[in-house]
């Protein structure tokens, strides 16, 4: 059973989560080389190899999820939906583009303004929910701590600093301009970079508190705070949709899923190949980038092959944002530390308020991991 938890932490979440990806994309378009090539070795021993086996049941729950959703509106047992959403996210990757994959998945992804909606149906008690959105409830106990540090690993997740940095470096290949013309960035390009990461990062942290938000006035209100099933999930929007429900859910599942799994295992494989200094992007074709593939095609593999061992997909996501949550602070303060460098950043540094809200960010991740660890 998971201790009850209020909306309050998205405001921290989204501070920070803001900064820290400014931070990523600030010192890949200034640089435009990769995260990986600047933290490579220390980062692909101390985070990205053990980042890459902890992203395996996060990559899990996402083939898990849309197979248990859709079993909600078919009936067809989820042991049968996992491998066909494997192969036919395999078979996306080696006969699409990821770019292609993100313009037609990223519609079913709106299916999630549905809880902002199911909220104004679910009888929430608004000036309680305002009052501990900016007021924090906090408890010192391992469970309440564990649960602040799975919402921050999941919002701050290691995997989105090479996401981002590598997509940065994608736009300036795509655009035709080689390794020579993207050194250095104007300001333009940086107001773009960081117009682009706080409105995707707000849009997130928007839904994120709407999700918590018509959960606990759902779910929570009612005494279920145990959710172990797509099913009991899918309740949360029951107020909005009646019976219906379930497609919704499956439907956001579905956009959001597909997009998880190929930012998870693409994360994955940008990290790996720059720290050992591969060759390899999304944008390359499998026959000229076969190990960057290959790492994909093998977490992919491995993902499948937890969900076929049984484990609670609920469980592994949670405790799978846990561990992102332990390892992400020890590569935030590897990229403060680079772009708060002259030599790596040129006149493009931190400027004093990203570099103290990196800081915070830091810091507050930190003492969340020390005190789970500590707390009884």
């Known amino acids: 059973m998971l201790p009850r938890h209020h909306p309050s932490a998205t405001k921290q979440n989204e501070v920070d989560f803001v900064a820290s990806s400014v931070i990523a994309a600030a010192i890949t378009v200034a640089s435009i080389t990769p995260i990986g090539k600047f933290t490579a070795p220390v980062s692909y021993e101390l985070v990205e190899h053990p980042w890459c086996r902890a992203s395996l049941p ?84 391992r469970g309440f701590l564990a649960v602040l540090v799975a919402i921050l690993g999941t919002t701050i997740s290691p995997y989105l600093f090479f996401w981002q940095a590598a997509q940065e470096v994608e736009e300036e290949r795509a655009n035709g ?82 997009l998880g799994v190929l930012v998870l295992v693409g994360s994955c494989a940008y990290a790996v190949a720059e720290g050992a200094a591969w060759r390899g992007s999304m944008a390359d074709k499998p026959r000229s980038a076969r190990k960057f593939y290959a790492v994909m095609a093998v977490a992919m593999a491995l993902g499948f092959a937890l969900n076929c061992v049984g484990f609670n997909a609920v469980k592994m996501l949670f405790w799978s944002a846990v561990i992102n949550g332990l390892l992400a602070p020890p590569l935030i303060l590897l990229v403060i530390l680079l772009t708060s460098s002259q030599r790596v950043m040129g006149k493009r540094m931190n400027s004093p308020l990203l570099r ?15 005190g789970m660890l500590i707390a009884s």
């Open 356 to 370: 103290y809200l990196g800081w915070a960010t830091f810091v507050v991740m930190t003492a969340a991991a020390v």
């Open 58 to 141: 996060t990559d899990m729950i996402h083939l898990g999820g849309m197979a248990e959703a859709t079993q909600l509106i078919t009936g067809i047992r989820s042991l049968i939906w996992i491998p066909f959403y494997a192969l036919f996210i395999i078979g996306l990757l080696l006969w699409t583009s990821y770019k292609l994959i993100a313009k037609i998945f990223k519609w079913l992804t709106l299916v999630l303004f549905a809880y902002v909606l199911a909220s104004f149906y679910a009888h929430v008690d608004w000036r309680h929910a305002l009052a501990v959105t900016f007021v924090p409830h906090l408890e010192w106990s």
């Open 177 to 258: 301009r080689t390794l020579a013309q993207s050194k250095g960035a104007t300001t333009g390009e940086l107001r773009t970079a960081r117009a682009d990461t706080i409105a995707g990062m707000l849009f997130s942290n928007f839904i994120m508190y709407f999700i918590i938000l018509t959960t606990a006035a759902t779910l929570n209100a009612h005494g279920q705070t145990n959710i172990a099933t797509a099913r009991q999930a899918a309740e949360a929007l029951r107020p909005l949709a009646g019976d219906g429900a379930y497609l919704l859910f499956t439907l956001g599942l579905i956009g959001t899923g597909i």
